[in-house]
């Protein structure tokens, strides 16, 4: 639909941005560190490579209650 419609979907992370990664990470830690930015994660573990299509899917489901996170240190601490 959005090629349809010649619409276009861009973020802060797309490599033309590059540029403007330091100056926001600033902004964002310090709204995170002051209280001013709450930072919501989805109550559901997922861990190590073979969760990551589990969490997609989570993702994509619509029941995630914040950003979803697969958790690769954990796993990989346990694993040595």
Known sequence: MLL???ASV???F???F???FKQHLRKL???SRSGQLKIALDPVPFAGIGAVVPAV???HSGK???KVVVSFLDHLQSSL
Request: hydrophobic fraction near 35%; glycine fraction near 10%.
């Open 4 to 6: 349809f419609k010649s």
């Open 10 to 12: 861009e973020g802060f």
């Open 14 to 16: 797309l490599l033309h």
């Open 18 to 20: 590059a540029r403007k």
């Open 29 to 31: 830690t310090h709204l």
């Open 57 to 59: 899917e989570h993702l």
């Open 64 to 66: 995630s209650q914040g």
